[in-house]
C-alpha cells in the first residue's frame, strides 16, 4: 500500500512519549514538531494510529499546502482544491482553523473563509452546496497557518482522540485521558509493581493504566472521522481491529483507585465499567491521609486540588500533609504529582528527581517526581536524592 505524510497531534510535553508510541505501531520517518509528530504510513497505518494511539489527540491526513499573506490568497488556494474529490455535497464538514501569524490572528475567521471558499466551489459547480455541521460532520478539515504557510489536512479521527467515550460523568477538575495516558507513560511505569492512585476523581488515571497494562486499545469504545470517507476500506479497518484485539493480554498488576468522595468513587467505578477494566481495578472510598502503601514497591500518581477553591493558607498546609503523608506511609514508592500551583509545591517537603512542563488544558502544570526511600538515604544507598 502506497505511504503518505500523516500528523498526529498532542499536549506539549508528550511529544517524545507520541513519538515512541508511533515507532512500536511501525510508523516511518517519525519526527518531532511543536506539539505534534510528523511520520509516514499507510492507509492501515492511519487507522491504527487512530484506534492504538494513547498520546495523540487528532490524526490528520495533509492533502495540500501554500503560502498565504492575506485573506484572499487563502479563500483562493482553498477553493483551488478539488473537494468533490474527498465528499459530495450529500455530506456534512466543518473546518477547525489553528492559526500562529500576525496576518491570520483569529483562527475562526480562518474557518470561516475556508468554509465560504469550499461552499462556493460545490455551488459554482453543482449549483448546490454541502451543509456546515460542526458538531458531528461527516468530513472535518483542518486549516493550520504558521506565519504565511498553511497546511490544509483531512482530520481522520473526528472527535478529539481523547473522547475514550468511557467518561460520560466525570468530578469537577478532571484531567483529561491523553495527559493521564501520557503522565502514567512518562511514569515509565513497568505494569508489573502496584499502580495507586489515591485522589482519583472520577478514575481517569486508573482507567488508562488499565487499557495500558492489558494492551486494550484506547479508541475501541468509539467510531472515527475516515469510517465516512470516500476512500474507507472495511476490510483494511476490520483486519486492523483484529490485529488489536489479538494482542490484547489478561494482567494480574494490582492498580488502586482512592478517593474520599464516595459519589465520585461511585462515578469512577461506572466509567470503568464503560472502559471495559472494571474488574482490573480496586476501588476505596478512603481519604488520603488515611491510606498507607506497605507493599513495597509502586507508582502513585496525584492530580491534587491545584488551590482554586481552596483559600492560600488552605493550600499550603494542604500541599505540606500530602508530602508527610507519601514520605511516611508511601516509601519504596516513587511519587508523581502534577499541578499548576507550583508556590505549593515548594511545601511538599520532598526533593523532586525530576520536573517536566506539560498543560493541563490551558494551564500551565509542573510534573514532578519523587522518589520515597524506605528509611533514611544513607540505609537506601541508592546514590540518587532521597527525601528531604
Known sequence: MEKFEIIATTIFGLEEVLASELREIGAT?????????????????????????????????????FFAANEQQLY????????????????????????????????????LKSKDAIADQFREKFSIRPSVDPANPDMRINVHINDKSVIVSLDSSGSSLGKRNYRLAQSEAPISEVLAAGIIMLSQWD??????????????????????????????????????????????????????????IHSDVKIFARDSDNYIVDIAIENAKRAGVQDLIEFESVDFFQTSHTAGKGIVVINPPYGERLQVDDIVNFYEDMGSRLKHFYQGCDA???????????????????????FNGPMECRLQKYELYQGSKKASKSGTQPSE
Open 29 to 65: 520517518d517519525v519526527e518531532l514538531l511543536n506539539r505534534a509528530v510528523r511520520f509516514k504510513g499507510d492507509k492501515a497505518m492511519l487507522y491504527k494510529s487512530n484506534l492504538l494511539l494513547r498520546t495523540a489527540v487528532k490524526i490528520l491526513k495533509p492533502i495540500h499546502s
Open 76 to 111: 483562493d488556494n482553498i477553493k483551488k482544491i478539488d473537494w468533490s474529490e474527498y465528499f459530495t455535497y450529500n455530506n456534512t464538514f466543518a473546518i477547525d482553523g489553528a492559526t500562529h501569524s500576525d496576518i491570520f490572528n483569529h483562527s475562526k475567521y480562518v474557518a
Open 191 to 248: 505494569k508489573k509493581c502496584d499502580f495507586i492512585d489515591p485522589m482519583c476523581g472520577s478514575g481517569t488515571f486508573p482507567i488508562e493504566a488499565a487499557l495500558l497494562a492489558n494492551n486494550i486499545p484506547s479508541g475501541r469504545n468509539r467510531n472515527f472521522g475516515f469510517e465516512k470517507w470516500k476512500d474507507f476500506d472495511e476490510e483494511i479497518w476490520n483486519n486492523v481491529k483484529e490485529e488489536a484485539n489479538s494482542k490484547i
Open 336 to 358: 508523581w504529582i502534577i499541578s499548576a500551583n507550583y508556590e505549593a509545591l515548594k511545601f511538599f517537603g520532598l526533593r523532586t528527581s525530576r520536573k517536566i512542563k506539560l
